[in-house]
C-alpha cells in the first residue's frame, strides 16, 4: 500500500499528531513542539486557499525546516484553486497537505469550507483528486463523523468511500458531529458526545486506510489504548497546547519507545535563541517576545510555582521592550513560588 518513503514516514510519524488550532499551532508553537517531541508529526492552522491563491498570502507558509514533519492544513472547496494552493504547500516544502473537513465556524461555513463539506462527498473528493494531480506530497483529510441530522453510520462510510476513491490513503477523524447552527466552534469541541465506537468500525470497514482518531484525548496513556485497539493513529489538541511536557516529553518515549524528550527547563533554555533571532527579525511579524512566550504558559503545567511562571508571563511579556530577560525572571518567580 505505502511505498514512497516520505509517506511511510509521515505514516509512522501520525501514530501521534498535534492537531492543527487557529491561533495556536503557528510555527512558534510548533517549534516548541518539536523540541519536545522529535516524532510526533505537527500540523499548521488552517490556511484557507483563497488566501493563498487569491490573496498571495505565500508568508502564511513559511516555517522553520527543524519542525519536520511538519503538515500544511488547507480550507477551501474549490478544487482548481486547492490544487494551485497544495503545489504552493509542496514547494514549500510540506510533505502533507491535509484538507479541512471539519471546523464549524460561520466564516468558515460562508466561504463553503470545513465541516459543511461533509454534506458534498463528491466534491470533496474532485478536490482530493485535484490536490494530488497538482504535486507530489501526500493529500490527507480530517473530518467529522457528521453533520447536524445526519446519519453518521451512513454519512460517515459512504464520505471515506469517496475519498478513498479519489487516492487519499490517511485520515483523521474527530469522533463528534459538527453542529452548523447554535453552538459555537468552542462549544462543539465538547457537544455532542465522541462516539470512538464509530471511528473504530470504520477501521474494520476500511482496513487498508490509515485512520487517526481525534476528540477528547487527553493524555499519552489514553492514546495508547486507542492505538492499542487497532487504530494507526491519534491526534491531540487541547492536552497538547496546554500540557506539552506532560505529552510531548514523554511522546518519543511512549509511543515509539524512543528517548524521553528534554525537561521543561531544558526546552525554555533552548527556546532563548529562536526567541533573540526571532526579536531581531523585523520581517518576522513585529518580532514581539509574547508571540512566542503565549505558546509556553503551560510547560510548568501541574508543576510547583506553574501559576507564578503564567502570571510573571502574561503580565509582562507584552510589554514593550520585553526580552529574554522576563523569561529569566518568570524563571526566578516560579522557583521562588516553588520554594
Ligand atoms: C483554538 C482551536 C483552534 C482550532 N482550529 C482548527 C483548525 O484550524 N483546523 C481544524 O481542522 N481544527 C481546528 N480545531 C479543532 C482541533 O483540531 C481538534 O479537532 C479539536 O480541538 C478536538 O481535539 P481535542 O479534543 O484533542 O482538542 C481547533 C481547536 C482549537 C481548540
Redesign the pocket.
Known amino acids: 500500500m505505502v511505498n514512497n518513503p516520505m509517506k511511510t514516514n509521515l505514516y509512522t510519524a501520525s501514530r501521534l499528531s498535534v492537531?492543527?488550532?487557529?491561533?495556536?499551532t503557528d510555527r512558534h508553537c510548533r517549534y516548541l513542539h518539536r523540541l519536545l517531541s522529535k516524532r510526533a508529526l505537527l500540523?499548521t492552522?488552517?490556511v484557507t486557499s483563497p488566501a493563498l491563491v487569491r490573496g498571495q498570502a505565500r508568508h502564511l507558509l513559511r516555517f522553520d525546516p527543524v519542525e519536520q514533519p511538519v503538515a500544511l492544513?488547507l480550507?477551501g472547496s474549490d478544487p482548481a484553486e486547492l490544487a494551485r494552493a497544495a503545489e504552493m504547500g509542496a514547494d514549500e516544502g510540506y510533505p502533507e497537505i491535509n484538507l479541512?473537513v471539519?471546523?464549524p465556524s460561520d466564516r468558515v461555513q460562508s466561504g463553503c469550507f470545513?465541516a459543511v463539506l461533509m454534506e458534498q462527498p463528491a466534491l470533496v473528493a474532485a478536490c482530493c483528486a485535484a490536490m494530488i494531480r497538482a504535486q507530489p506530497s501526500e493529500v490527507t483529510v480530517?473530518c467529522r463523523i457528521g453533520v447536524d441530522d445526519q446519519d453518521s453510520e451512513i454519512v460517515l462510510p459512504e464520505f471515506l468511500a469517496q475519498i478513498v476513491g479519489a487516492g487519499v490513503t490517511r485520515v483523521t477523524i474527530?469522533a463528534r458531529k459538527a453542529w452548523l447552527k447554535g453552538l459555537s466552534?468552542?462549544e462543539n469541541?465538547d457537544i455532542p458526545p465522541l462516539d470512538y465506537d464509530l471511528v473504530l468500525r470504520m477501521k474494520g470497514l476500511f482496513p487498508n486506510l490509515h485512520i487517526s482518531i481525534?476528540?477528547?484525548?487527553?493524555s499519552l496513556e489514553h492514546a495508547k489504548e486507542l492505538l492499542d485497539l487497532g487504530l494507526d493513529g491519534v491526534?491531540?489538541?487541547?492536552?497538547?497546547?496546554h500540557n506539552p511536557a506532560d505529552i510531548l516529553q514523554r511522546a518519543d518515549a511512549v509511543i515509539w519507545g524512543d528517548d524521553l524528550g528534554p525537561d521543561p527547563l531544558d526546552v525554555v533554555l533552548q527556546m532563548r535563541s529562536y526567541i533573540e533571532a526571532h526579536m531581531s527579525d523585523e520581517t518576522r511579524s513585529g518580532g514581539k517576545l509574547a508571540h512566542v512566550t503565549k505558546h509556553m504558559m503551560g510547560l510548568f503545567a501541574g508543576q510547583p510555582g506553574s501559576r507564578q511562571w503564567r502570571r510573571y508571563l502574561s503580565e509582562n511579556a507584552y510589554r514593550s521592550g520585553a526580552g529574554w530577560s522576563v523569561v529569566e525572571d518568570a524563571l526566578a518567580a516560579m522557583e521562588q513560588a516553588a520554594a
Open positions: 492537531a492543527p488550532m487557529m491561533d495556536w500540523y492552522e488552517m492544513q480550507g479541512n471539519g471546523c470545513g480530517k474527530h466552534p468552542k469541541r481525534n476528540g477528547g484525548v487527553g491526534m491531540i489538541g487541547r492536552a497538547a497546547y
